[in-house]
């Protein structure tokens, strides 16, 4: 189930993630930005927002939040919330396993297809399922290409399921952050969109 809010924090850091895209688009005459360059960048932005209690890390193990995973598949982004002060951090994972992982974030590029996000979809739910307390998100950045599957004609966020595999996932769109170039004529700009992924 969609969970009813999602954080102030990620406004400002999707808008800065945004124009900082734009601004490397004209930098680097266009090229676009690798995943690693813009999943470094999301989580400076998230780490500047996100209140005091909470800490980003990038590329996490799944299997460090006791997942059943023997493989080395990694977390994009995870925000946690930091121990108590006088708490350390493996007694807290020993006391409530998993609690500290609050949101998990995976960061993907829009293509020519949108395959790949639904298959970072699938491999959230398959990983976490247990997500009741958790959020667990996917952001799609659009370097200069709109994804159709997220925007309605009038460039509006989709409101309905985007997954289209199947009914057992439910995909959301919770917001979106854009930035435009002056430099090329008619250029769609860039896009910064927060999915939300549940069963």
Not at 105 to 113: G, N
Not at 115 to 129: G, P, W
Not at 162 to 174: A, F, G, L, M, N
């Amino acid at each position: 189930m969609i969970k009813a809010n999602v954080e102030q924090y990620w406004g400002a850091a999707l808008q800065g993630l945004a124009y900082w895209i734009a601004y490397k688009q004209q930098y680097f005459d266009g090229h676009l930005l690798p995943e690693g360059a813009i999943v470094a960048e999301l989580a400076q932005l998230l780490a500047v927002h996100i209140p005091d209690t909470k800490k980003v890390e990038c590329e996490r193990l799944y299997k460090d939040r006791e997942f059943l995973v023997d493989t080395n598949i990694r977390a994009d982004i995870v925000i946690s919330d930091k121990p108590e002060k006088n708490e350390d951090y493996h007694e807290l994972i020993q006391k409530i396993p998993g609690s500290y992982w609050k949101e998990i974030v995976e960061v993907k590029r829009y293509e020519q297809t949108f395959k790949n996000i639904e298959k970072d979809s699938e491999k959230l739910i398959k990983l976490y399922s247990d997500s009741q307390d958790h959020h667990l998100y996917q952001v799609v950045v659009g370097q200069g290409k709109l994804p159709d599957e997220l925007f309605t004609g009038d460039f509006n966020l989709r409101t309905r399921n985007i997954y289209t595999q199947s009914e057992d996932i439910d995909v959301r769109c919770r917001m979106s952050k854009k930035a435009y170039s002056t430099k090329r004529k008619n250029q769609k700009g860039v896009f910064a969109v927060l999915l939300e992924v549940s069963k």
